[in-house]
DNA sequence: GCCGTTTTCGGCCCGACTGTTTTCAGTCG
C-alpha cells in the first residue's frame, strides 16, 4: 500500500540556512510529481519532477553548496523553475506555491494509486464526478454500482476495482531479495522443463538484484505453434494462487509458497541461489506468502531482445531507446530496426527486419557499447561506461577471504567459537572475525552483550585455537574484535583501555529510537565524532533499516563517508561495512561507488549469528556488484595473512 | 518543467492488455 505517511510538506526546525536537507529535497520533489498526476497536470511536467528528483539524489556533490555556487541548473534534469524551487526552500526555509498543491490533493488518493488497475486519469475522475476521497468511499461507490455509469467505466471496471481493493489488503508491500529469488529459481525452473520451452531466465529486478522484489518476470522462448500447450502447461503449475490474466504474449500470475515442495525435493534450485540462501529463508515463508509473477513468451529469435528489455531497468532501458535513436535505430523487446524502411510494421511483425542477437552481448555490440553486467543496470552511470569501455570488473563471490562481523553464544549467536570458524573453513575462508556485541547492549531488557570481565576470557580462546592452527601449519585464523555499541552521545560503548585491545571495532547504533527522533545534520556530527575515535574501525549497519520494516535514521551519508575518506587518505583504516543480511543490506548500494571515490575501504560482512548465516556474504556482494565494487574496494577480499597486518598499520 | 548541430517552440520511450468501445483511453511494466 502507498502509505500516505509523510504526505505532508516539510517544515524546517532550523533558524538559519540550510533549512533543507538535500534528502528531503529529492522526496518533495518525487511527491509533487505524484501530486501533479492526481491533479491533471500535463503528463511531461510531471516527468520532469520525477527525473529532478532521481537526478539529484544520485547527485554526489554537497547540495548546499551547490546552490551557493549558483551551479544547479548544471544538473541535468533540473532547470530555472526546479533550480529556483530548490533555491528558494534552502535559502529561505519556504516551497513557493507547492504548499497549495499538497493542499488541494485529498491524501486518500494517494493511497488509492496502490489500486491494482487504477492510475491518476481514474482516480481523478472519481473524485470530481463522485467526491470519492478515500479508499472507504471508492469501496462503497463501487458496491452501490456508482462508478459504471461514468464515461469509459462499465460493470467489469467496478468489480475489478473492488478486487483490487482487497488484493491490495492482502498482497501488500515488496519482498526481500532473498525471498523474492526462492520464488523466481523455483517458478523458472518449472516453466524450463516444460516441453516447447526452449529456453526460460528470470529478468526483471530479481535478476538485477534488487534489495526487494515487487514482482517476477520470467521471459520464455517459445515456437509459434507451441504457445497454446505451453500457456496450458503453465497454468498447470502447482503452486499457483491466482491467474489474473493471460494473453498469447503474455501470462500474469500470483504464486504461492506450495510451488517450492516439489521444486526442492527435486533439487531443481540454481546451487548457487540455494547455498546462498541455505534453505533458512524458505522454511520461514508463511503459508499464506504471495508473489506476484508474470511470463513473457516469445520466439526464440527474440529471446536476447525480450530479456534485455524486462530486465529493466525502465530506466536503463530509456537510456539504451534513446542511444538507439541516436543512431538512427529503434529498440524494443522484438529487436532493434533501422528507422527508415520500417514503414507501419509493428511488433514482432518488424523484428523480422531487424538486426539478429543470439545474447545480449550482440545487443549492446549493435549499439557499439560494451555487455552490462544486469546488476548495474540503473542508468547511474554505466550508459557512459560501456560506450567509453569503462566498465568495472565486479567482484566475484569466490574472491572474498572471510568476514569480520560474526557473533557466537558469547552474545546473542546460537553457535560457539570453534562451531562458526569450523563453518567459516568449510567455506573455504581463511580468517573469522567474531564481533560480539558490547556491554551495553540488552534486547526487550535482557543484556546480551559480552561483559567485561568476559571479553579477555574470549581473547584467551581466540589465541589458543590460532596457536593450534598456526603449528598445525593451518592457514586460518580468528580475529578478535568487537561489535561496539555507538551511544546516542557519540561515545563508544567499554573503556578505552578494553577496545584497545580488540583486532578492529565494528561501531554500530542500535538504539534507532534516539537517532530517529534527532535530525539528520545533528545525527550526521555525532555519528562522525563516533567513527574519528582512535579505535574504531568500521562502520556497522550504518542506518539500521530493516527492509520491508523499518527506514534508516536520518543521515547524511554523504557527509559521513566524505569524512571517512578524508581519515584514510591520513593513514587510518576506516572502513564501511555492507551487512549482508538480506534483512539489512546496508550500506545501500547505491552509495558503494561513491564510498569508493572518497577512499573508503569496503567490508562485506554477513553479521552471522549462527553457521549457515556466513553464507548470507553472499547477498553483500550481490549489492557490491550493484555499487560497481571491484575485489580491491572489498577489505575482506585480501588473504589472510595481509589482512591482520592492514588492520594494526591503520590504527 | 526540461531540453536543444532542427535552440525560444515543440518535442518528450514503447508496446501489450483490458475494458470500453466500434477506434481508443487508461494502466502497467
Not at 470519492?132 to 467496478?158: D, H, T, V, Y
Not at 501488500?172 to 531466465?201: K, P
Not at 498447470?236 to 517450492?260: R, V, Y
Request: aromatic fraction near 6%.
Amino acid at each position: 500500500m502507498v502509505s500516505v505517511h509523510g504526505w505532508v510538506i516539510p517544515r524546517s526546525r532550523r533558524s538559519e540556512p540550510p533549512f533543507f536537507t538535500k534528502n528531503q529535497i529529492i522526496s518533495v520533489l518525487e511527491q509533487v510529481g505524484t501530486l501533479l498526476q492526481l491533479d491533471g497536470a500535463n503528463p511531461f511536467r510531471v516527468r520532469a519532477y520525477e527525473n529532478a528528483s532521481r537526478s539529484l539524489s544520485s547527485h554526489e556533490d554537497n547540495l548546499w553548496e551547490t546552490v551557493q555556487e549558483g551551479t544547479l541548473i548544471e544538473i541535468k534534469g533540473i532547470g530555472k523553475g526546479i533550480a529556483g524551487l530548490i533555491d528558494e526552500a534552502m535559502n529561505e526555509g519556504t516551497w513557493g506555491d507547492l504548499d497549495s498543491l499538497y493542499q488541494k490533493v485529498p491524501k486518500g488518493l494517494i493511497e488509492m494509486l496502490g489500486v491494482p488497475g487504477l492510475g491518476p486519469k481514474r482516480i481523478k475522475q472519481f473524485h470530481d464526478e463522485l467526491g470519492i476521497e478515500s479508499i472507504a468511499e471508492l469501496r462503497s461507490a463501487a458496491e452501490e454500482g456508482a462508478l459504471a455509469n461514468l464515461p469509459r467505466m462499465g460493470k467489469k471496471m467496478e468489480e475489478r476495482i473492488l478486487e483490487g481493493i482487497d488484493l491490495l489488503a492482502r498482497f501488500t508491500g515488496r519482498r526481500r531479495l532473498d525471498i523474492g529469488l526462492l520464488y523466481g529459481e523455483a517458478f523458472e525452473r518449472r516453466i524450463s522443463s516444460i516441453s516447447g520451452v526452449q529456453r526460460a531466465q528470470l529478468a526483471g529486478s530479481a535478476r538485477r538484484r534488487k534489495e526487494s522484489i515487487g514482482d517476477l518476470d520470467i521471459v520464455a522462448a517459445v515456437e509459434n505453434e507451441d504457445i497454446e500447450k505451453v500457456t496450458d502447461a503453465i497454468l498447470s503449475i502447482p503452486g499457483i494462487a491466482e491467474i489474473k490474466g493471460a494473453g498469447d504474449s503474455k501470462i500474469s500470475l500470483i504464486l504461492e509458497s506450495t510451488i517450492f515442495e516439489e521444486a526442492f525435493s527435486n533439487s531443481t534450485i540454481d546451487e548457487g541461489v540455494l547455498a546462498a540462501l541455505g534453505g533458512e529463508a524458505w522454511e520461514e515463508l508463511e503459508s499464506n506468502s504471495t508473489i506476484d509473477a508474470q511470463v513473457r513468451l516469445v520466439p526464440p529469435h527474440v529471446f536476447a531482445y525480450t530479456m534485455a528489455y524486462f530486465t529493466g531497468s525502465k530506466e536503463h532501458n530509456v537510456r539504451m531507446r534513446q542511444r538507439a535513436l541516436d543512431m538512427g535505430l529503434r529498440l524494443n523487446e522484438f529487436g532493434l530496426f533501422p528507422l527508415d524502411g520500417l514503414g507501419d510494421a509493428k511488433g514482432l511483425e518488424a523484428a523480422a527486419n531487424g538486426m539478429p542477437a543470439m545474447d545480449e552481448t550482440e545487443i549492446y555490440e549493435h549499439l557499439q557499447m560494451k555487455w552490462v553486467p544486469p546488476e548495474m543496470r540503473e542508468d547511474m552511470g554505466e550508459i557512459e561506461a560501456a560506450l567509453s569501455d569503462n566498465l568495472p570488473s565486479l567482484i566475484e563471490p569466490y574472491q572474498v577471504k572471510g568476514a569480520l562481523h560474526n557473533h557466537t553464544t558469547a552474545s546473542d549467536g546460537s553457535a560457539s567459537l570453534s562451531e562458526m570458524a569450523e563453518a567459516a573453513m568449510a567455506l573455504g575462508w581463511e580468517y573469522l572475525g567474531i564481533a560480539d556485541h558490547s556491554e551495553v547492549l540488552n534486547i526487550g531488557g535482557r543484556s546480551i552483550g559480552v561483559p567485561q570481565h568476559l571479553v579477555k576470557k574470549q581473547g584467551n580462546e581466540i589465541r589458543e585455537m590460532n596457536d593450534k592452527w598456526s603449528t598445525e601449519g593451518t592457514d586460518f585464523r580468528i580475529l578478535h574484535g568487537s561489535e561496539c555499541d555507538i551511544l546516542a552521545d557519540g561515545k563508544l560503548d567499554y573503556p578505552d583501555s578494553i577496545r584497545r585491545e580488540f583486532s578492529h571495532v565494528v561501531g554500530s547504533v542500535h538504539a534507532i529510537r534516539s537517532w530517529r527522533n534527532r535530525d539528520e545534520i545533528e545525527n550526521t556530527e555525532i555519528l562522525i565524532k563516533a567513527i574519528e575515535d582512535p579505535t574504531f574501525t568500521i562502520l556497522g549497519h550504518p542506518t539500521g533499516r530493516i527492509i520491508g520494516g523499518r527506514e534508516g535514521f536520518p543521515l547524511d551519508m554523504h557527509a559521513v563517508l566524505r569524512r571517512m575518506g578524508e581519515l584514510n587518505s591520513d593513514g587510518v583504516l576506516k572502513a564501511c561495512e555492507i551487512n549482508a543480511s538480506p534483512y539489512r543490506l546496508d550500506l545501500d548500494w547505491r552509495l558503494c561507488k561513491f564510498a569508493k571515490s572518497q577512499g573508503v575501504p569496503i567490508v562485506i560482512n554477513p553479521d552471522a549469528h549462527f553457521k549457515k548465516g556466513l553464507k548470507d556474504v553472499w547477498f553483500g556482494v550481490q549489492m557490491a556488484r550493484k555499487g560497481w565494487l571491484e575485489e580491491q574496494d572489498v577489505l575482506n577480499c585480501l588473504p589472510g595473512s595481509v589482512i591482520e597486518e592492514r588492520m594494526m598499520e591503520g590504527k
